[in-house]
């Protein structure tokens, strides 16, 4: 779990992916209207897919001449869940900072 969690958080981590993830989650789209708005060459644009499609967030299927890709959520859904674990394990942390502050600020009587 922790290796797979680590390609997709890997791949999540640049931009140009982060894009491309948020355009799949309007509909499954072709290569070309993917990199059309990316100004960057298409071999560059191929490798950045390439890594989605290893981490598992994305998969593609050719028909035809074109490939059409699709976003995957098991791998989102995992992510997710592994952030709001960690979102209430530091919530608790910071609560019992807080308390703590709180009662050291408090006159004693």
Known sequence: MANHLDSVFSAMADP??????????DGPASVSE???????????????????????????????RTRILHIEAAPMAAAEDWLSRQRKLWEGRLDRLQALAEALERPKA
């Open 16 to 25: 140009t992916r982060r894009a491309v993830i948020e355009r799949l989650l």
């Open 34 to 64: 993917l990199h059309g708005p990316h100004d960057m060459a298409l071999p560059s644009f191929l490798k950045h897919l390439g890594k989605l499609e290893q981490a598992g967030l994305v998969r593609s299927k050719k028909t035809g």
